[in-house]
């Protein structure tokens, strides 16, 4: 659809910092247990709903969002700071896809909406946390978890401000065309329409609002009768609607039993949407025989509270007033919005429950170990400390990997890969 704007990012979140490796040292204390603080944890990319941002235009200049690492661990326990989050603002309405799987981590629909879209790594442990009654001066530490990283599809949906309901063939299309760009088909037939059609509909410099015009609307449409309720959810997140009803009654329809006909069917369908303001739009006022339906249409209007207008889509009389009046009311209601209610904090993150192992060769016919917990940990150890390497073969064992290897068909001096390293494989 045209009004969809699209933009491509690449996030990643801060690395955690590195765990410490250190011994206490105090006078007349000789040999002092170990005292190496953890390092801290690593930023997060977080998405945030900014009302100051309109488009994903800036994405197109700025596609990289790097958080800070997490400050490594000390000596005499100390932690390492954590590093700042990597804020990103988007707009109101703006869908978040994986790139790589095309799943959706997060759809914004909220003023101050976080999602946090790549996770910071955690702190490696320093040497005091191996600490256990068989292992009393572990010289081990962990390096940080590294950040997640990943592309990002940014999907901006254009939210309606305004939508029109009432019968088919009442001239909400007609409208629509009358005072925006948008060019839906127009006939005198029912149901004309079939999908929501969006306009922008301009009121000078740099003030514009977004009409929605859906299917017709008759009894039963809650209910799924004509093409019924799968469309009022397109409006049921618009400030204003605009009640459009044929006051020539062209069919031999009742006007005002329309107008309540149809707010049984908003009201049945959502006590959100019929509780959102209404102007009633008596539209077709050309035709001589809207004279004697305008006057009971205004008096109408009167007992609901509403505000009226007679226009003429085929004439345009009148559609400046009303379109003045929308934006004027869309400002006033725009100002009074309660402060939005921020959705706890959702946490997307890579990690699967299903982790396998999973083995390949290269080229050189070289071994290749994918499995992203053990890559992980290869990450995180150093492989110069003998206690690192220990534990690292210890996971190694737990994962069965030689028997794995060996029915691959692996013999003795073969290189292995994972992660960033390699080494000889031997019995
Ligand atoms: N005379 C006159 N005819 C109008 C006016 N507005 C719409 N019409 C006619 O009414 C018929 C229906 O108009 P549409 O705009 O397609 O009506 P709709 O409400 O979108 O109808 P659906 O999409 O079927 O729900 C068409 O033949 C229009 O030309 C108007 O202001 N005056
Ligand atoms: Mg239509």
Redesign the pocket.
């Known amino acids: 659809m045209q009004f969809i704007d699209k933009g491509k990012i690449s996030v990643r979140a801060g690395d955690g910092g590195a765990g410490k490796s250190s011994f206490r040292r105090e006078k007349f204390v000789p040999k002092g247990g170990p005292d190496g603080g953890d390092g801290g944890h690593g930023g997060n990319v977080v998405m945030v709903v900014d009302e100051n941002v309109n488009t994903l235009l800036n994405f197109r200049y700025n596609r990289k969002f790097t958080a800070e690492n997490g400050a490594a661990g000390d000596r005499k326990n100390q932690f390492g700071r954590g590093g700042e989050d990597c804020l990103v603002k988007v707009p109101l309405g703006t869908v978040v896809r994986d790139a790589a799987t095309g799943e959706i981590l997060a759809d914004l629909a909220q003023v101050g909406q976080r999602a946090i879209v790549a996770k910071g790594g955690r702190g490696g442990r320093g040497n005091a946390k191996f600490k256990s009654s068989s292992r009393r001066a572990p010289t081990f530490a962990e390096f940080g978890e590294p950040g997640e990283s990943r592309d990002l599809l940014l999907e901006l949906k254009l939210l309606a401000d305004v939508g029109?309901v009432?019968?088919?063939?009442?001239?909400?299309?007609?409208?629509?065309?009358?005072v925006s760009s948008a060019r839906?088909?127009?006939?005198?037939?029912?149901?004309?329409?079939?999908t929501p059609v969006l306009g922008v509909v301009s009121l000078g410099y740099e003030k514009t609002f977004v009409m929605a015009?859906?299917?017709?609307?008759i009894e039963g449409a809650a209910d799924g009768v004509g093409l019924g309720h799968e469309f009022l959810r397109h409006i049921e997140r618009t400030k204003l609607i605009l009640h459009?009803i044929?006051a020539?009654a062209?069919d031999g329809r009742e006007p005002v039993e329309d107008f309540r006909k149809i707010n049984v069917e908003l009201k049945r369908y959502s006590e959100k949407l019929a509780n959102l303001p209404q102007i009633l739009v008596a539209?077709?006022?050309?035709?001589p025989q809207s004279n004697e339906h305008v006057d009971a249409l205004k008096q109408l209007a009167e007992r609901e509270g509403l505000k009226f207008f007679a226009?003429?889509?085929?004439?345009h009389?009148n559609l400046d007033a009303l379109i003045n009046f929308v934006g004027q009311r869309l400002d006033e209601l725009a100002a009074q919005v309660e402060p939005a209610q921020i959705d706890a904090v959702k946490v997307f993150n890579v990690d699967k429950d299903d982790d396998p192992v999973i083995i390949e060769r290269n080229d050189a016919a070289e071994f290749i170990v994918r499995n992203r917990n053990l890559e992980k940990i290869v990450a995180m150890t150093n492989f110069d400390n003998a206690e690192g390497l220990r534990r690292f073969q210890f996971i190694w064992r737990m994962k069965n990997l030689d028997a794995l290897l060996k029915a691959r068909g692996i013999t003795e001096g073969t290189t292995v890969h994972i992660g960033d390293i390699e080494f000889e494989w031997h019995e």
């Not at 009432?166 to 009358?178: E, H, N, Q």
């Not at 015009?213 to 609307?217: E, M, S, T």
């Not at 539209?283 to 035709?287: H, Q, V, Y």
């Open positions: 029109l009432g019968y088919p063939s009442v001239g909400k299309s007609s409208l629509i065309a009358a839906p088909e127009i006939a005198d037939y029912h149901f004309t329409t079939l015009d859906i299917p017709g609307l459009v044929d020539a062209v539209n077709k006022t050309d035709l226009v003429s889509a085929a004439t009389e």
